[in-house]
């Protein structure tokens, strides 16, 4: 279709955003939140000092660190490039290459895997504070807080606002919502005059500095992002533009003020290219980290050189999550009421809920029991107890019932996987089915268990030693991770997995989101081995791989909650000079 055509129909989202900027958005619901946090960042520029009054106390000299956040880049990309020699750049930023070829002052961790699920908000809240998504309350890329009965999306997959996308760069909205301390904030308890910046990061609370784009760049980058979910195809040259601005913006805060002591770089558009380029995935970050990030990175490497802030510090790369190559089209995409009525949330509504609209803010008076949350590859269920809705607002501080709230939903979606059900389209589509009994807000909550329909259930551990998932690592325990919590509820009551990274071939997956060429979330392999290297240039790959092992422990298979104790490892280690 013409681009006038598919543009029109874009998401809202980014005509929100566009508004927004412009000041153009009477009328709008959830639109002068848009226009007041876009007029923050405009009038703040491309850097906002969070500490502006903070004392400057004296500490002791430590290594520095400069760690590189790479959004949706999976383990076997990156390491398969570095050792092939095809990310020269990218080497010198680690430390250079040795006689024999291979990085000679870097290590290149193979245990690290993502946090359930394995998407991005849930997996940063979990590498920038150390805990876990059922501790710190960040479950995901959208999720609902029950005792608020408020839905953040800052991640939005099912709901057409940006909204708390642009409040988390505006507002630090992400940072108020995480019930434990950032790393940043840990670290400054053992050393108060730490400097730290931060570039684009969703989580920087803690922080000194928080560095972003133009806003004219931001926008133009999320905007193509829009027009491709809609059939577009804008190449990756709007997303290089986005992180190109981050690390010019950068190299000019580097000159104008030296180098912080602690500095967070995260570029996202790797993550963005791979969810819609044609050529797939893989594909689509191997050219974005030979075309756009290597040579990027190789300047900010002689940039930090020049300055002097490169010899002792660590430099730590890692990711999120990896990806999934999926279908573009409605019979693989589980959508929401807009895709029509053979999606998820007929199969509630035909079972007796009522379900919250899919929008970021309802009216308080809006009637519903049931919320829908999308990460990808699972789908968030969050019910109410149906007897407590009075005038039908119900109370949603209180757990709902098991048997006939939580069971019920359950049975009519394993009914409708089963392909007994009214939604014939769900037939086939879903993996596991997982219940747990509910909990007060107050509690910790339990773990998920496969529902097996007709009221039962039995544990993930026995499930999966019965019914193998080769390809799925250690997903009872992550599962437990995301569940079992002061926060735990935050993941919902059911928890509805794909057919997605179980499945070899694209054509016999589904993912929960709109229409898109890949996805992740899954507990695979694909989505969630992660690249984690820890990089100094007066250090041999052994003595690093040491420094490393000691602050992951003895955990054969580590998530990401354990990068912030490297981190805070390598603000200890002795000074190489």
Same mark, same amino acid.
Do not use: K
């Given at each position: ?53 903070? @004392? ?29 020699? !095809? ?15 291979? =990085? /000679? ?37 959208? &999720? ?25 760069? @505006? ?36 922080? $000194? ?19 491709? +979910? ?19 913006? =950068? ?19 790797? $993550? ?27 300047? *900010? ?12 510090? &660590? ?7 990896? %990806? ?7 019979? %693989? ?17 035909? +079972? ?32 109410? $107890? ?8 119900? /109370? ?15 049975? +009519? ?25 509910? +909990? ?40 437990? $991770? ?22 070899? !071939? ?5 993912? &929960?989101?709109?229409?898109?060429? @890949?996805?992740?979330? @899954? ?23 040491? =420094? ?18 490297? *981190? =805070? ?9």
């Amino acid at each position: 279709m013409p681009w006038q055509a598919a543009f029109a129909r874009a998401r809202p989202a980014v005509l929100l955003l566009l508004a927004a900027a412009l000041g153009t958005t009477a009328g709008c619901r959830g639109c002068d939140d848009a226009a007041r946090s876009a007029a923050r960042l405009a009038t703040e520029g491309n850097a906002r000092d969070l500490r502006p009054d903070a @004392s400057r106390p004296a500490t002791e000299r430590r290594p520095g660190i400069l760690l590189v956040a790479l959004d949706g880049v999976p383990r076997d990309i990156l390491y398969g490039l570095l050792r092939q020699g !095809r990310l020269p750049g990218f080497a010198r930023l680690l430390g250079g290459v040795g006689d024999g070829g291979g =990085l /000679a002052h870097a290590h290149l961790d193979e245990t690290l895997l993502a946090t359930l699920p394995s998407s991005t908000l849930a997996a940063w809240a979990t590498t920038f504070t150390g805990v876990t998504p059922a501790r710190h309350g960040i479950s995901g890329n959208e &999720f609902f807080i029950r005792e608020s009965r408020r839905f953040i999306a800052p991640v939005p997959v099912s709901v057409e606002s940006n909204v708390h996308t642009l409040e988390t760069e @505006s507002d630090s909205l992400v940072d108020q919502i995480l019930t434990v301390p950032t790393v940043y904030q840990r670290m400054r308890r053992t050393e108060p005059g730490v400097t730290i910046w931060v570039a684009l990061s969703q989580v920087h609370g803690g922080a $000194d500095r928080f560095l972003l784009p133009d806003r004219s760049v931001l926008i133009d980058g999320i905007t193509a992002h829009a027009g491709a +979910a809609v059939g577009l195809e804008p190449g990756y040259a709007p997303y290089a533009q986005v992180d190109e601005a981050v690390l010019e913006n =950068l190299r000019e805060d580097l000159d104008r003020h030296g180098a912080p002591d602690v500095l967070t770089l995260y570029l996202f558009g790797t $993550d963005l290219y791979a969810h819609e380029a044609e050529v797939g995935p893989q594909r689509a970050l191997d050219t974005y980290l030979r075309e756009v990030l290597d040579p990027r990175l190789g300047a *900010l490497a002689d940039h930090l050189q020049r300055l002097g802030a490169l010899d002792d510090r &660590f430099v730590v790369v890692v990711s999120d999550h990896g %990806h999934t190559a999926v279908m573009p089209d409605d019979a %693989h995409s589980l959508g929401t009421d807009r895709d029509g009525e053979d999606e998820p949330p007929t199969v509630l509504r035909r +079972a007796g809920f009522r379900l919250r609209p899919f929008e970021l803010e309802v009216p308080a008076e809006t009637p519903f029991d049931a919320v829908l949350a999308y990460q990808g590859a699972m789908a968030f269920v969050y019910l109410a $107890d149906r007897t407590r809705c009075p005038g039908g607002v119900c /109370a949603w501080s209180e757990p709902p019932r098991y048997r006939e709230d939580v069971l019920a939903a359950a049975e +009519a979606f394993h009914r409708a996987n089963a392909g007994t059900g009214p939604v014939a389209a769900m037939r086939g589509t879903l993996d596991l089915i997982l219940v747990r009994q509910p +909990a007060p807000i107050a509690d910790d909550d339990r773990p998920f268990e496969v529902y097996l329909g007709g009221g039962r259930t039995e544990s993930i551990e026995d499930h999966l030693r019965t019914h193998p998932h080769p390809d799925y690592v250690t997903f009872a325990s992550r599962m437990r $991770d995301l569940a079992v919590g002061p926060r735990g509820e935050r993941a919902g009551d059911v928890l509805l997995l794909a057919h997605n990274g179980d499945r070899p !071939r694209p054509e016999d997956r589904y993912y &929960f989101a709109h229409e898109y060429r @890949s996805w992740h979330g @899954s507990p695979s392999r694909a989505d969630s081995e992660l690249p984690f290297i820890v990089a100094q240039r007066h250090r041999s790959p052994a003595a690093l791989a040491a =420094l490393v092992r000691d602050a992951l422990g003895a955990d054969r298979a580590p998530t990401q909650d354990r990068v912030a104790d490297v *981190l =805070l490892a390598l603000r200890r280690a002795r000074r190489v000079d």
